[in-house]
């Protein structure tokens, strides 16, 4: 690695706001203007509204076998919907 030769910056925010897009939201707003300042030093990205997405609670990957597996006690989409 050439120590002369800097590597560019990326960065990415996650919103974890509760509320729906397109609805209005502090913490997207929050997330716009830290992407902005990072900008003005070079640095490129892209900020993900979780709620615009598919993710599911309680869910992770099982060390036994790398597969989706649902936490003990957590109840299902299906259940909270």
Known sequence: MDPDKHTPLRAGALVCTLSPSPAPSSSQLLAEH???????????????????????PGVKRTRATGTPGRIPGTPSRAATS
């Open 34 to 56: 830290t992407m902005a300042a990072l900008a003005e030093h070079g640095v490129t990205g892209k900020t993900v509204r979780i709620s615009a997405h598919d993710v599911e």
